[in-house]
């Protein structure tokens, strides 16, 4: 289930789950958008990337969607498996630089 | 393995001490970025340089004070550090130039500085 700790949300899966991990965006303007995992301890690792011209692209095990009418972008993670227990963080890119808004982040919990 | 490299990995230092972080990407892009993070927390921008000029500060104290001495190397140096300053300090590159569009960062692991 999904739960809001003090300061990072929570969502527990069992392994072989399908995951979905849900990020609201506040900036109707914002037209590149990607996904990051951040194991503890690293950084954060690039996972997939979408435009706005598009409403979904899927990689291999992962889909993200986009739907701008509500402003909602969504990251779907097919047959979870315990090395994706990470934190996951959406960024959103709305200026003529390339510079990244992060979302809060949601922290992937996946028992075997 | 992450194609940015930061180094060092941790580093403690007290509130009078200079110290620097290093940052290295061999993949020749033109873009690198300084961010802090705190625990549980998403990442701040700090520092763009692109194409080895400072094209944005978000408002950093001086305290902080980048470098970028060519286009594979960036550097962070530290003085006079706060404790609210101990965070996870990430370096990123992208491959074009801040203003080349939409494009991902590739992130180091950063380093955990704790001020005493």
């Known amino acids: 289930g999904e739960s809001v700790g003090l300061h990072l949300p929570t969502l527990s899966v069992q392994e072989g789950d399908n995951s979905i991990i849900n990020c609201a965006y506040s900036?109707?303007?914002?037209?590149?958008f990607i996904w990051y995992k951040q194991e503890s301890g690293k950084g954060p690792q690039f996972i997939i990337d979408?435009?706005?011209?598009?409403d979904k692209r899927q990689g291999q095990r992962v889909t993200v969607l986009l739907n701008k009418t509500v402003k909602h972008l969504s990251l779907q993670i097919a047959a979870t498996q315990p090395g994706d227990s990470a934190v996951y963080f959406c960024a959103e890119n709305s200026s003529g630089y390339s510079t990244l808004t992060f979302g809060k982040g949601t922290m992937l919990l996946v028992s075997p | 393995d992450t194609e940015v490299t930061q180094t060092p990995k941790h580093l403690v230092m007290g509130m009078t001490n200079k110290k620097s972080l290093k940052c290295e990407q061999h993949m020749g892009h033109r873009a690198m970025y300084w961010y802090k993070q705190k625990a549980k927390k998403p990442p701040e921008l700090m520092f763009v340089y692109s194409y080895e000029k400072l094209s944005i500060n978000e408002s950093v104290p001086s305290r902080f004070s980048p470098e970028c001495p060519n286009s594979s190397l960036l550097n962070l140096h530290l003085h006079a550090l706060q404790p609210e300053d101990s965070a996870l300090y990430l370096c990123?590159?992208?491959?074009?130039?801040?203003?080349?569009?939409?494009?991902?960062?590739?992130f180091g692991d950063g380093t955990r500085l704790s001020i005493l």
């Open positions: 979408i435009r706005s011209n598009m």
């Open positions: 990123a590159s992208s491959q074009r130039g801040v203003t080349g569009g939409d494009q991902p960062q590739h």
């Open positions: 900036n109707s303007a914002s037209d590149y």
